[in-house]
């Protein structure tokens, strides 16, 4: 389990504050556990995939709550960032799109499309330019190719437009 950061100019982290980084850091770990693991998942199948797809959505789904609970104190204590926040919705619309794979059933692919539009609204990955990280830019284009198949494969023309055009614009500014 990855250990709880406290941020050094806030007030002293109460043991309420460092029970809750702590819980977030477990929650944490255990969704890139789990999303680590659906690589390994064989891509026929029913039984085996639909479980560990649900134990990955339940621990997505508490994580995602959790910080939404939990903001103040994960952004004052342990510095949460917004591409943090970024990073976990791009994640469950990743669980999203993967399961419309498996399923064909398209409620799953608008879920997804609901999941990485959010993070274009909210501006998530927004300031991720600043933080002067090659593997966080990555993240960033990468989410943007996936956000593009999505619209495409919903037919949401102009969107991908737009798109193309912001990822233009970002890879001319990682480049």
């Known amino acids: 389990m990855a250990s709880p950061t406290i941020n050094d100019d806030s007030l002293p982290a109460t043991d309420e504050d460092k029970k809750i980084i702590s819980e977030f850091c477990y929650l944490l770990e255990k969704s890139k556990q789990l999303f680590s693991g659906l690589r390994d998942l064989p891509q026929y199948g029913h039984k085996a995939w639909q479980a560990y797809f649900g134990r990955t959505f339940d621990v997505f789904t508490k994580l995602w709550k959790f910080q939404q609970q939990h903001r103040d104190i994960l952004d004052v204590t342990y510095r949460l960032k917004r591409w943090q926040i970024g990073e976990i919705a791009s994640k469950i619309g990743q669980l999203y799109y993967h399961y419309y794979l498996r399923t064909s059933e398209t409620f799953y692919l608008t879920e997804a499309y609901s999941f990485y539009s959010a993070i274009r609204n909210r501006g998530y990955f927004?300031?991720?330019?600043?933080?002067?990280?090659?593997?966080?830019?990555?993240?960033?284009?990468?989410?943007?190719?996936?956000?593009?198949?999505?619209?495409?494969?919903l037919r949401k023309v102009k969107i991908v437009g737009d798109l193309s055009e912001e990822l233009s614009q970002h890879l001319e500014e990682y480049t």
């Open 126 to 153: 927004n300031c991720s330019n600043k933080e002067n990280k090659a593997d966080l830019m990555v993240k960033k284009l990468r989410y943007y190719a996936r956000f593009i198949v999505v619209c495409l494969l």
